[in-house]
């Protein structure tokens, strides 16, 4: 459960917090974009002042049926972040959220990323494997129905579970035969999948470990919370503190969240509850 990242080891477990910081102008909740140079490097100095772990910068909104910016903006608008941020903390952990490899290796090798954030699993980019083999940095393989244009037009499993599981066995498989070793899986809640989907596998979420690997979940202010208790993503914190509990319960490693200090809060209660985590014996 640990995680090299530049030579520095990462103890996953212990619940850890990734905060959102959006470099875009139309990314679904309006309180995580952050445009200009000022407020990207005051809400990362916010962000890790509150305990934020790592940072996952993004430069090319994903929300359902949005149009991707061209390559060229996202890697213009990924490495300036990360040069920032990199420049003024620069003991920070820093992943960069892209599913192309040419933005994933510009802001690694020439910015200072430390992590590569996939939503597309390597699907959408077939040199994203080869990159990060490459690279040999840490691996976020997130799982996602279809592309950000048509993940919600009508996702459908004949196990929501049991079809990830697989996906992401036919996927590790390659990159850890071919050296990667730091992996993390996420099973993308929202991307490409309804809402009793989405609740489906949060209520099944412990399944995931039998993948063997460590567990982030992004659940911040998703439509699954603001849709059910009929409010709008920036009056969804409650809902979200609650299921951020719920998937601490259920093993997640790291919750990927706008609100740093909410998400450190629930996982200082949780420790409180669970000093010595949860075992899953017949998934670890």
């Given at each position: ?13 212990h619940?850890r ?28 100095g ?23 910016v ?5 890697m ?17 952990v ?11 290796g ?6 200072g ?70 992996i993390?899986?996420?099973?993308g ?10 609740f ?85």
């Amino acid at each position: 459960m640990f995680i090299n990242v530049k030579g520095r080891l990462i103890d996953l477990s212990h619940p850890r917090v990734m905060g959102i910081i959006n470099v875009t102008s139309d990314s679904f909740y309006e309180g995580s974009r952050f445009m200009s140079d000022n407020q990207v490097i005051a809400v990362a100095g916010e962000m890790l002042g509150e305990g934020a772990d790592i940072l996952d910068i993004g430069g090319c909104s994903t929300r359902p049926g949005t149009l991707p910016v061209t390559e060229e903006e996202e890697m213009k608008r990924v490495c300036r972040a990360v040069e920032l941020i990199r420049n003024r903390y620069p003991e920070a952990v820093i992943s960069v959220d892209t599913y192309r490899a040419s933005v994933a290796g510009a802001a690694v090798r020439d910015a200072g990323a430390d992590i590569i954030n996939d939503i597309s699993g390597g699907e959408m980019d077939a040199d994203m494997f080869p990159l990060v083999t490459g690279l040999n940095v840490p691996y976020i393989m997130m799982h996602m129905q279809g592309t950000p244009q048509t993940m919600q037009l009508n996702p459908l499993y004949d196990d929501v579970v049991a079809d990830i599981l697989k996906w992401f066995g036919d996927r590790i498989t390659p990159l850890q035969q071919a050296g990667v070793k730091d992996i993390i899986i996420d099973p993308g809640f929202g991307f490409g999948k309804s809402a009793a989907h989405n609740f489906g596998m949060l209520r099944r979420l412990e399944e995931f470990k039998a993948a063997r690997l460590p567990l982030m979940v992004g659940l911040s202010r998703k439509s699954m919370i603001w849709r059910t208790l009929q409010v709008t993503p920036g009056e969804a914190l409650t809902g979200t503190v609650a299921l951020h509990m719920t998937a601490l319960m259920k093993g997640a490693s790291i919750l990927r969240a706008h609100d740093v200090r909410e998400a450190k809060e629930v996982i200082a209660l949780y420790e409180k509850i669970y000093p010595e985590g949860i075992l899953f014996d017949h998934y670890s």
